[in-house]
Nanobody, 126 residues
Framework: VQLQASGGGLVQAGGSLRLSCAASGLTFSAYAAGWFRQAPGKEREFVASISRIGGITNYKDFVKGQFSISRDNAKNTVYLQMNNLKPEDTAVYYC????????????????????WGQGTLVTVSS
């Protein structure tokens, strides 16, 4: 199983990025997907998640209205659209896949996830 995150980079405050996470080696449509991030010197934190069917999404409060998670099961890919980026959004962003019992579950906790990508660095300059 491999989750390949991409799309990170350096962007000015107020800018946008779209992260992608391409999954291989698993039936992606059978997994919920999530994004987490870890800023320098801080613990990893939940950002957003989406159910395997795609109808249910969860967001951490600090990204609601700013970030949007989506998925394309035909492409085995989950996306994180990030708008109006702020310096405090600087972090390594990780994608992950979970296989909850419910098709409508979008897990929020890292221990619920079975597979993790390698992370992609997002740096927002002021």
């Amino acid at each position: 199983v491999q989750l390949q995150a991409s799309g990170g980079g350096l962007v000015q405050a107020g800018g946008s990025l779209r992260l992608s996470c391409a999954a291989s080696g698993l039936t992606f449509s059978a997994y919920a997907a999530g994004w987490f991030r870890q800023a320098p010197g801080k613990e990893r934190e939940f950002v957003a998640s989406i159910s395997r069917i795609g109808g249910i999404t969860n967001y951490k409060d600090f990204v609601k209205g700013q970030f949007s998670i989506s998925r394309d099961n035909a492409k085995n890919t989950v996306y994180l659209q990030m708008n109006n980026l702020k310096p405090e959004d600087t972090a390594v962003y990780y994608c992950a896949a979970a296989q909850p019992s419910s098709s409508w579950s979008a897990p929020l906790r890292d221990y619920e996830y079975d597979y993790w990508g390698q992370g992609t660095l997002v740096t927002v300059s002021s």
